[in-house]
């Protein structure tokens, strides 16, 4: 049968390109097909569409009806690379070909989610997508991806130059954290700290105790978002591995304590 997602790739592109050049997520979003709309933060509601309770003041919590987290499926795989454009590529980066170097970015993004999603169901994987929306329209504006990987190769910088970092494995040690993503439209109002609880709400149905992920050194707004949800720093690249084209990265950890019910009942 044909793949439900592969035929729009080259709507996916000019979508994705589209996010850079609207001055909004909506006006980005009514580009496409399928018009959507991200409603600004407005009075608090009586009850949080969400999988975790409400557990910031201000802003945060009176936009919780909003939105809502959900399990991602393979169909969410476009929006999924969109969204990881938007947050970790800046267009003024790429001064020449600029749109046919977003292009390719999104579409490099989308098939390595596509074949992880494939690779999981195939081989049993533990492997999962969370995605938050909004409620009023069901537009996708924020996105992670948890994984299982081998422990060891968390610590071993060399190990990016073959992905076996983070290569799914079955059964592995070490639940892993990564491409945590939201729209530039829709941040400081606690989507992206309800997606990492999420996420490690699943990390303690897989029955692990910790979760771990990479920030890149020097990236002081995602060392204070972690920072505040109780992520320590285990290790940090050696400056060397930057003469290898290699990111300097820090790995966290954070112990999961109780289950997952537990942790939603707090």
Known sequence: APDPVMPSLSHAFVLSASFHRAPSLRSALASSSR????????RAAPTRCCTAPARDGGAKASAASLYRVRQGVQEDAKEFAFICVDSFLNPEDFPFFREAFLKFAAFEIFMGLYLRFKDA?????????????????GAIIGVAELTEVKKPNLFKPLSRFTASATTLVRGGDAAYLQNLAVLSAARR???????????EDEARRWEHDEMWLHIQVGNDGAARFYDRLGY??????PKWVKFLGLEQLELRSKRLSGTAEEAAAQ
């Open 232 to 237: 320590e720093v285990v290790q940090k690249d």
């Open 35 to 42: 018009p959507a709309r991200v409603p600004p933060p407005r």
């Open 189 to 199: 109002v606690g989507i992206g700290a309800e997606i990492v609880r999420a996420c």
């Open 121 to 137: 169901a195939k081989n049993n994987i533990n492997h999962s997508v969370i995605v938050s929306e909004t409620t009023a329209s």
